[in-house]
């Protein structure tokens, strides 16, 4: 992963929520995909966390899930 100090930063805000949404199916990547280092995708400080970029939006890993926090232009 990259280190924070290289990281691009993302604040949480309305149009990119640090939320929960179980239903969000993005078609950009198998589900079995895990992000993470080495994943492939563009890591971005969002907030307190790490989030990965991937066709235009943010995916935070969440248990058997990601999370969509709103756009992102790669």
């Not at 930063?9 to 929520?17: H, K, L, R, S």
């Amino acid at each position: 992963m990259e280190s924070e100090s290289h990281m691009r930063n993302v604040a949480i805000t309305e149009t990119n929520p640090a939320g929960c949404t179980p239903g969000h199916d993005c078609a950009e990547h198998e589900a079995e995909h895990r992000h993470g280092p080495d994943c492939g995708h563009e890591a971005v400080q969002h907030g307190d966390h790490v989030d990965y970029a991937v066709a235009g939006h943010l995916h935070h890993p969440h248990d058997d899930h990601c999370d969509d926090h709103g756009p992102f232009d790669s």
